[in-house]
């Protein structure tokens, strides 16, 4: 709690030297606890107290496990000889994966073309590009550029150009670095007792394994194959019917999806955000999550320490209990030096060793007035997130708005003994299942029309047709995005299990093997800018899928056709979210499930009839 009370006011405070302080507590914080984390003297307490192997509680002995586990997974059981070469391999990968993002950032390469060869694009763009030689004007190697062009350029040529171009940055800076940190990570996984760093992130997960990711990714691959397929047969009879010829690649993937949803979603995309009011959407939801989890939320008028009068403090209980279980802020408007995006920040983790009620705040930057109109992904992101704050973490999670409500409630009602297995410390294959399977009320009819209400008069809900068109929406290239996924995530998997790999040999591999006949385009390496295998997913990209996967299985299971089932709500809410991260989350799910987990509901959902 003190470290959030310290590191939380850089988020919020509208002081800059606030703010500013609260920056370097953090960094003061963080050079502390890797101190501790350190600290061999407390390891050998520790271990020789799990040796012992003394009758504790489940949760008691997963506690002195887990410490145990953390300890050993830094090489504190190494020699000294060891944890030297550990820490030196540990301080050199974090070096180059801080070049391997700035060398992108810095990056200043751009594209030339003439005002002709990017037909198709918004006046207001192209104006806005500066000119270079022969008055030609110059495109950035930016994603800023990248994917308004790729998304409505009609000329093909410069659609190959741009996107050659945007899969080769920094290749020649980036792709030396991103071998040396692949091998590098090897290493450290074998100095740790590893076969390999995949082996190494996956022991203390969900997935447990290289093999059960494998086998994951290869099955869901196949099942998707049939939607995929399909996708792109529309696809290319489109590419055909406009441009002409047979050929279709990756450079047309992204403007095609965005013709169709062009010429069948248009006139829902324009009018959408007007039956979706902030504070509508937020009295609908609060309704929802109430009723679904048997729990009330209460406004605490007197509050008054609040860091902006705007924010509102919020009494959680449990409705047959008339008991209190939990509070959670609202700062969902825009205010200069604001964090500036949408998260969920647990601010006090729950124990019932010590009678501790969990708290959190959720961000948001919400505009007043007329503005305050909410495009359908911020409704689907407010939903999300409202459910995280119902689990506990010491970082703030940006995603889009009823996903933050999600993850509110994932952090209030977990009842662990031990603060340390608070609602979001469960593992991070597992962290985002329920607050994806929240989501899913957004795609339901029922829900929509008590979330919205047009603005001009909110007694009028959003219509029949339009949530029809949502749903369809979300469904539309679902294979194809899908498929897109496991291609990174299988390459993510393959290099981190090896330190003898080919980068571009592995991704031509990869496009036969998933992309559905897309060929990879000639001279590129999305190695060089894949950021995410830099900044904390490496060997763990697969969590998107395997969090999605269970999501829908879960709400399948206990929620298809009857939303609004509150016997299900209640299970979910004792089953899942109370005990946190007290149990394995695999014990969850199939407590919740009743069996293993399948993925069935996940390839129903995408559009596998």
């Known amino acids: 709690?003190?470290?959030?009370?310290?590191?939380?006011?850089?988020?919020?405070?509208?002081?800059?030297?606030?703010?500013?302080?609260?920056?370097?507590?953090?960094?003061?914080?963080?050079?502390?606890?890797?101190?501790?984390?350190?600290?061999?003297?407390?390891?050998?307490?520790?271990?020789?107290?799990?040796?012992?192997?003394?009758?504790?509680?489940?949760?008691?002995?997963?506690?002195?496990?887990?410490?145990?586990?953390?300890?050993?997974?830094?090489?504190?059981?190494?020699?000294?000889?060891?944890?030297?070469?550990?820490?030196?391999?540990?301080?050199?990968?974090?070096?180059?994966?801080?070049?391997?993002?700035?060398?992108?950032?810095?990056?200043?390469?751009?594209?030339?073309?003439?005002?002709?060869?990017?037909?198709?694009?918004?006046?207001?763009?192209?104006?806005?590009?500066?000119?270079?030689?022969?008055?030609?004007?110059?495109?950035?190697?930016?994603?800023r550029y990248y994917f308004p062009v790729m998304q409505n350029c009609k000329v093909g040529s410069t659609r190959k150009a741009l996107a050659v171009a945007y899969d080769k940055r920094c290749i020649a800076e980036n792709l030396p670095i991103f071998h040396n940190v692949v091998k590098l990570r090897h290493r450290l996984a074998r100095l740790l007792g590893y076969p390999n760093h995949v082996e190494y992130v996956t022991s203390s997960r969900m997935a447990k394994s290289f093999t059960n990711v494998k086998n994951f990714l290869l099955s869901l691959s196949a099942k998707m194959s049939s939607v995929a397929a399909a996708e792109l047969n529309k696809l290319r009879a489109l590419k055909k019917a406009e441009e002409g010829g047979e050929e279709f690649g990756m450079e047309d993937l992204l403007y095609y999806m965005h013709r169709v949803e062009e010429l069948e979603f248009q006139a829902i995309t324009e009018k959408i955000r007007e039956y979706f009011p902030v504070e509508v959407v937020t009295n609908g939801l609060f309704q929802i999550y109430q009723e679904l989890f048997g729990i009330s939320f209460w406004l605490i008028f007197e509050e008054r320490g609040a860091w902006d009068p705007d924010v509102r403090l919020f009494a959680v209980s449990d409705t047959d209990a008339k008991k209190t279980i939990g509070y959670f802020y609202l700062d969902i408007y825009h205010r200069d030096g604001k964090y500036s995006h949408a998260c969920v920040c647990p601010l006090q983790p729950s124990s019932t060793r010590s009678g501790q009620l969990p708290v959190a705040a959720m961000l948001a930057n919400f505009r007043r007035g007329h503005a305050a109109l909410l495009s359908y992904p911020e409704v689907e992101t407010f939903f999300h997130e409202f459910g995280h704050v119902a689990?506990?973490?010491?970082?703030?999670?940006?995603?889009?708005?009823?996903?933050?409500?999600?993850?509110?409630?994932?952090?209030?009602?977990?009842?662990?003994?031990?603060?340390?297995?608070?609602?979001?410390?469960?593992?991070?294959?597992?962290?985002?299942?329920?607050?994806?399977?929240?989501?899913?009320?957004?795609?339901?009819?029922?829900?929509?029309?008590?979330?919205?209400?047009?603005?001009?008069?909110?007694?009028?809900?959003?219509?029949?047709?339009?949530?029809?068109?949502?749903?369809?929406?979300?469904?539309?290239?679902?294979?194809?995005?899908?498929?897109?996924q496991i291609l990174l995530a299988l390459f993510d998997l393959i290099v981190h299990s090896s330190d003898q790999f080919d980068t571009v040999s592995v991704l031509e591999q990869l496009h036969t093997q998933v992309m559905e006949g897309i060929p990879m385009l000639e001279g590129t390496d999305l190695s060089t800018s894949f950021t995410h295998l830099m900044g904390g997913y490496d060997g763990t990209y697969y969590s998107y899928l395997w969090n999605q996967v269970l999501s829908e299985d879960m709400f399948e299971s206990g929620f298809a056709g009857e939303v609004s089932n509150f016997s299900a709500g209640k299970e979910f809410r004792d089953k899942v979210l109370v005990p946190g991260a007290s149990k394995d989350a695999a014990e969850l799910v199939h407590g919740f499930l009743g069996r293993e987990p399948s993925l069935s509901a996940f390839v129903k959902s995408r559009g596998l009839k």
């Open 1 to 143: 709690m003190a470290v959030q009370s310290c590191v939380f006011p850089s988020l919020v405070n509208p002081a800059r030297d606030v703010r500013d302080a609260s920056v370097k507590a953090e960094k003061m914080f963080e050079a502390y606890n890797a101190k501790c984390r350190l600290r061999e003297d407390v390891y050998r307490v520790v271990k020789a107290y799990a040796e012992k192997k003394e009758d504790l509680p489940p949760e008691t002995q997963r506690f002195v496990n887990h410490l145990v586990r953390d300890y050993e997974r830094l090489g504190l059981h190494l020699t000294p000889e060891m944890r030297s070469e550990v820490d030196k391999i540990k301080k050199t990968i974090g070096e180059l994966c801080i070049t391997f993002q700035k060398n992108l950032a810095q990056l200043n390469e751009v594209l030339l073309f003439n005002e002709d060869e990017l037909a198709g694009l918004p006046i207001t763009f192209v104006k806005n590009l500066e000119k270079g030689k022969h008055g030609k004007l110059k495109l950035p190697l930016d994603a």
């Open 391 to 484: 689990s506990t973490c010491a970082i703030p999670f940006a995603l889009p708005f009823l996903n933050m409500f999600i993850l509110q409630m994932h952090h209030i009602c977990s009842r662990p003994s031990f603060a340390r297995f608070s609602g979001l410390r469960v593992e991070d294959d597992f962290v985002e299942a329920p607050s994806k399977m929240l989501e899913k009320w957004c795609s339901e009819k029922s829900s929509l029309k008590r979330m919205s209400g047009f603005y001009k008069d909110t007694r009028e809900p959003v219509p029949d047709s339009f949530c029809e068109l949502l749903v369809r929406k979300k469904k539309t290239h679902a294979g194809l995005l899908t498929k897109r």
